[in-house]
């Protein structure tokens, strides 16, 4: 009986966050709330990174989206519902542009660029680091989000964990895909000495989930699957900030 009304309790409490987040959401419709929070450096944060920008725009749709603009889209989706629950978060970028310094080669501003977000990484002393991207492979059926992990912390591992988890439960059913521990090509993971993951959220060379990860509502969602599987994974470890 007890557990039975810790069940009913703990629902309508995931109900309850669940309607204020979109409740908040919605009054923030078509208007960029997503800044660079000022905050201490020595309290925890969550940095979110919308990943290429600027003349890096990631990979490109068959119908001209960019992976960049999506990810950017989304980010600042994550960072709305983020601080809605109470987290500091801080974002990497929060407009089209790329963060590297403009120099004469696009090479080296995407060289500078990445080194600019690993630096921003290792500015904060407790941080989890999500970054945000899109899918793309030439088969076209391949689809649903899916989760890397940096090797060099226990705990990116089980942050990835949790938020693949959250988004098959609560949004992507039918995703089998699990998560993956990042080589060498995802530099940022590759390096990172704090907790940092990477999002993929969707394959935009799949023309169905293109249009779900254009659509608004659908990247609201993708944002709180994200948002629960970090409270999921915090809960667990029983170091959980802002409430
Ligand atoms: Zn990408």
Redesign the pocket.
Known sequence: MRERIRITVFCVYVLCLFSFIMFSLNKSDNKVMSTVNPVNKNEFVIIVDA??GGSDG??VASDGTF??VL?LQIANKLNDVLSAVGFNTYMTRTDDNSIGDSSSTIRSEKVSDIHKRMDIMNSFENCIFVSV????YPGVSSWGTQVFYSGNNNESELIARSVQLSVSDLIQNDNKRTVKKSGSEIYLLYRAEKPAI?V?CGFMSNKNELEKLKNDTYQKEIAYSITNGIINYLTEKDVLYGF
């Open positions: 990943g290429h990631g990979a992976e960049s990810n991207h899109q899918n793309f990477l993929e």
